[in-house]
């Protein structure tokens, strides 16, 4: 499979807890995103990488959220002391710069739970 | 920022049926694109539209890019329980690539 992976699918974490999340672009790709969202709502931008650079970031991600993406390949997504309302499904996207239509493959989420 | 509000929230349809949803912005729009999420999936991207009163079609989709390039809108003909799923517009930011979803138009049809 050469589409955009995701590890875990799922995590359930208690309150104040840390977590990672694992994103594997679909290879070549240079441009990397990851979104969160919550039932009911479309996506909401996070922050972007181009290659290994972090070029964009949300004013949604507060100082408990830190992404990298160490050599330009994977990323990762981490939230520390996580809180209820970080409760949602974190998507990553990849997108070629090559492509004309800049169209990004999302992966399946991690479906992260609070409690 | 860019924001984008979609009408309807939710349609439900007979099959067979036709759909449309709306999508309007406040501002001029550079490109808008189009993605689908069916129930428990990821979003998968339809189409992209950049030029003003663009149309496209692909099978029985058919999407249109306004001429003030300030809204949108999908319409499918004759719906398939297929088509069931989440129908989100999503410009396009011309620098970083960052998609602004609006919040979607869940498309329900009843065989």
């Known amino acids: 499979d050469t589409g955009v992976s995701q590890d875990p699918r799922h995590k359930i974490t208690k309150r104040g807890q840390n977590v990672t999340f694992r994103c594997d672009p679909i290879?070549?790709?240079?441009?990397l995103y990851w979104y969160r969202q919550t039932l009911g709502q479309g996506p909401e931008f996070l922050t972007y990488?181009?290659?290994?650079?972090?070029?964009?970031k949300s004013r949604l991600l507060s100082d408990r959220f830190s992404a990298e993406r160490p050599k330009g390949s994977f990323s990762t997504l981490e939230i520390q002391r996580t809180e209820q309302g970080d409760s949602a499904m974190y998507l990553c996207a990849s997108s070629s710069g090559a492509s004309s239509s800049w169209e990004q493959y999302f992966g399946p989420g991690t479906r992260l739970t609070v409690t | 920022g860019q924001q984008v509000m979609q009408i309807p929230q939710y349609q439900h349809v007979q099959e067979g049926e036709d759909f449309t949803t709306y999508c309007n912005s406040s501002?001029?729009?550079?490109?808008i694109q189009w993605y689908k999420q069916r129930p428990g999936g990821h979003p998968v991207f339809l189409i992209q539209l950049v030029k003003s009163g663009e149309v496209k079609k692909q099978k029985r989709l058919t999407f249109q890019f306004g001429e003030a390039k300030k809204n949108s809108s999908l319409h499918i003909t004759a719906t398939q329980t297929t088509d069931v799923g989440t129908y989100f517009c999503?410009?396009?930011?011309?620098?970083?690539?960052?998609?602004?979803f609006g919040q979607g138009t869940t498309l329900q049809v009843k065989p």
């Open positions: 990488f181009q290659n290994e650079a972090q070029l964009e």
């Open positions: 501002t001029t729009l550079s490109n």
């Open positions: 290879s070549e790709h240079n441009r």
């Open positions: 999503a410009p396009r930011s011309s620098n970083t690539g960052k998609l602004i």
